[in-house]
């Protein structure tokens, strides 16, 4: 495989950028983008992916993990939650434990709703990540390949 040279067009890369300095790839000319790319029709050598891949890091998305305890606590970390917090420490203080314990029925209730929707909607999100395909197909030393979608290079 040759090794890359600058193709010279008279669409350069430069004239496909819009407002907010991205790239246009849809409309780019093949060879403009190729130039930009650093490539060749015949696709990256190994080598060069490799070296891509170490620079740029795999093609995934970031793992969060969550503290279940804290997305728990943070349904009652808003405003509605506060005055109902201030409605069960007055209750308290007035010695009404009956409202007090309705208050507080109320405000667990909440939180509990709250956490599990908020789990639920995580447990989608994985799933549609599952869905995602793993592999692609590439051009890697001249010939089309199947390489897992995490090793995509720029």
């Known amino acids: 495989m040759a090794a890359y040279q600058s193709m010279t067009t008279p669409n350069d890369a430069?004239?496909?950028?819009n407002d907010?300095?991205?790239v246009e790839?849809?409309?780019?000319?093949?060879n403009a983008a190729l130039d930009k790319l650093k490539a060749t029709r015949e696709g990256l050598s190994s080598d060069e992916a490799q070296k891509r891949l170490i620079e740029h890091g795999p093609n995934a998305l970031p793992k969060n993990e969550v503290n279940r305890l804290m997305v728990f606590l943070g349904f009652m970390w808003n405003p509605l939650s506060w005055a109902m917090e201030v409605a069960?420490?007055?209750s308290i203080v007035l010695l009404d434990f009956p409202d007090f314990g309705l208050i507080m029925a109320?405000?667990?209730l909440n939180a509990c709703i709250g956490y599990f929707e908020e789990m639920q909607a995580g447990d989608a999100v994985s799933a549609l990540m599952g869905q995602l395909a793993p592999e692609s197909k590439v051009f890697r030393d001249?010939?089309?390949v199947n390489i897992p979608a995490d090793q995509l290079v720029p």
């Open 142 to 144: 001249g010939a089309m």
């Open 88 to 90: 069960a420490i007055l």
């Open 106 to 108: 109320l405000l667990l």
């Open 14 to 17: 430069k004239n496909y950028v």
């Open 25 to 30: 790839w849809g409309a780019i000319p093949l």
């Open 20 to 22: 907010v300095g991205q």
